[in-house]
């Protein structure tokens, strides 16, 4: 048999069609759906009188609209254009009988976050939702991507979906990072190497030293960001880590049929001479902790460096960088770590889960945050919110300064009433930098937890490594 | 779907590398349960202030590409989100083909869905449109999909790839949820199996 990758394994487990112009059909085993993208797939099925083909394994919940303060339980709180469009998915999960977490249930929280935690996502599945970060999932070797409504109507109807195989790029981070770096810092220094059009029609494979080293939560981290270095999915290959993670989890399998899956989990990683599209390495040694300066994802330099002048790029990122220092208010050759801050954001489907809050409130513990700033630490989920409070994680936040708050995506993406304002500058665990994302105007720096922490403590872009 | 076949039209230059879903739609009119009347809020913070008003500056308020219904644009287009509100709302404005470099995975399969044609071009050719694009309402470019070509205002004539099925659909303005549902008898047989290989699934 031909050697094979990890994607090249799932895909050919999940292969339900080729026709013969190449065009397959790949059957679906997760489908998760928030209430953004699914409203006007739900009324699609209603208006062709098709069913959702299995229910049983669509999963549903909302989380980009929902707010995060307490007493949400009351609808006032939510404007209208979103109480109605939970209020949708809470319908369509009835009404065509899939799995739900209500606003309600202490399960809530974003998808991508939700997956994991329930034992949902599993080793060499292929798991869809109507969401670029469902490339999270691929942490523990599962193929997911992100789709659009019309392919999550698809999913709901046929469970499978149209596709080409794509090719396979395989990324490896060897030896050890240095102290103060984190899994953050190892994604962001990957699309700061490969551009945001980097792994456009691939799969990632993350391997090596550093990623190993990594825990589930970390190796999550890498994975929900491919999506910004144009991969659809990245994949990490499953390990003891991944079993230890899964096991016990509410939906993972038990007994005779945890050892079914478990011998076949093992066999799910790339053979030593498999074929490679494309391969890039860098050393963990050589990753510092970073952030972003501009308005792209792969807008990103280390913490020690300076503003870079738009005449550093060529072709059209010359323009792309005049426009984004320009947003960002921005002059080149100022030091990073000048860059003063008025808000800090931690949470999100990249950064908002137990270990990432642990690694901000290490930074944090007896200190304060700056004087006048705004910061709010928003948990993934509800049992994140409940396992901090249980580690002390919450008090260590409240006494700093910080909001806490209830889970949910929150300003990540500003569609609940957390935004930031004309000008404001933002300090963020989340995952896009893009013009008005956190709020119209709004300035958006990606880090780490442990480095948005530390510029909570001194008001603007800081080393970690200054403070540990 | 709205078939696909030809398009001659006027073309909207939008040079800027990097244009994500978010410029395109933002989040705000994310919030809709529907998929029309999203043009209107098209490249929203691009197109108008604070206020409402429209910015001059920006392409789609000059007058000579109101009408446009082809856009030239920097390399990775619709990156970010996977939102197909993006493409809904190129579509209700009128926007039919983008020609770029290079597409974003996710919204370059939503536009097959909307009756939006995403065209990749090799650079010197996407410069060469972006010139006549330049030109304004007078220059109008011919997109024919059945034969895969592009032709400038001055007749230059550019090919391009396409994926059969998806050309097949557009052409067609085909359902493809109804195309796979005759495949109901394939997707039966291969859960069956999978269910006996993988029962934890």
Partial sequence: ?468 | MEKFTTLSGIAAPMPLVNIDTDMIIPKQFLKTIKRSGLGVNLFDEMRYDRDGNEIPDFVLNKPQYREASILVAGDNFGCGSSREHAPWALADFGIRCIISTSFADIFYNNCFKNGILPVVLPQDQVDRLMEDAEKGANARIEVDLEEQSITTSEGEKFTFEVDAFKKHCLINGLDDIGLTMEKAAAIDAFEATAAQARPWV
């Fill in chain 1, 1 to 468: 048999m031909s050697p094979k990758t990890l994607y090249d394994k799932i895909w050919d487990a999940h292969l339900a069609h080729e026709a013969e112009d190449g065009t397959c059909l790949l059957y679906i085993d997760r489908h998760l759906v928030h209430e953004v993208t699914s409203p006007q797939a739900f009324e699609g099925l209603r208006m062709a009188g098709r069913k959702v083909r299995a229910p049983d394994k669509t999963i549903a919940v909302p989380d980009h609209n929902v707010p995060t303060t307490m007493g949400r339980e009351n609808p006032d709180q939510m404007p209208e254009d979103s109480r109605i469009q939970v209020a949708a998915l809470d319908k369509n999960a009835k009404d065509f009988g899939i799995h739900y977490y209500p606003v309600s249930d202490v399960r809530q929280g974003i998808v991508h976050i939700v997956g994991p935690e329930q034992g949902w996502t599993l080793p060499g599945m292929t798991v869809v939702c109507g969401d670029s970060h469902t490339a999270t999932h691929g942490a523990f070797g599962a193929l997911a991507h992100g789709i659009g409504t019309s392919e999550v109507e698809h999913v709901l109807a046929t469970q499978t979906l149209i596709q080409r195989k794509g090719k396979n790029m395989k990324v490896e981070i060897t030896g050890k990072l240095a102290p103060g770096v984190t899994a953050k810092d190892i994604t962001l220094s990957v699309i700061g190497k490969t551009g945001t059009a980097g792994g456009t029609g691939y799969v990632i494979e993350y391997c090596g030293e550093a990623i190993r080293d990594l825990s589930m939560e970390g190796r999550m981290t890498v994975c929900n960001m491919a999506i910004e270095g144009g991969a659809r999915a990245g994949l990490i290959a499953p390990d003891e880590k991944t079993f230890e993670y899964v096991k016990g989890r509410p939906h993972a399998p038990k007994g005779a049929q945890w050892e079914a899956a478990l011998a076949w989990w093992k066999t799910l990683y790339s053979d030593d001479d498999a074929h490679w599209d494309k391969v890039v390495t860098i050393r963990g040694e050589d990753i510092a902790p970073v952030v972003t300066w501009g308005t792209s994802p792969e807008d990103v330099l280390p913490i020690t460096a300076t503003v870079p002048a738009p005449e550093e790029f060529q072709g059209g990122k010359v323009a792309a960088a005049k426009r984004s220092l320009d947003y960002m208010g921005l002059n080149p050759g100022t030091p990073l770590n000048e860059i003063e801050i008025d808000t800090v954001f931690i949470g999100s489907c990249t950064n908002g889960r137990i270990e990432d809050l642990r690694a901000a409130a290490e930074i944090l513990k007896g200190k304060k945050i700056k004087d006048g700033l705004r910061a709010m630490v928003v948990p993934g989920s509800g049992l994140v919110r409940a396992q901090a409070e249980e580690e002390g994680l919450a008090d260590i936040f409240k006494e700093a300064g910080f909001e806490w708050r209830l889970a949910g995506c929150s300003m990540c993406l500003a569609m609940n009433p957390d935004q930031l304002s004309e000008g404001e500058r933002c300090a963020a665990t989340s995952n896009r930098n893009f013009e008005g994302r956190q709020g119209r105007g709004g300035r958006t720096h990606l880090m780490s937890p442990a480095m948005a922490a530390a510029a909570a403590v001194t008001g603007r872009l800081t080393d970690v490594r200054d403070l540990m």
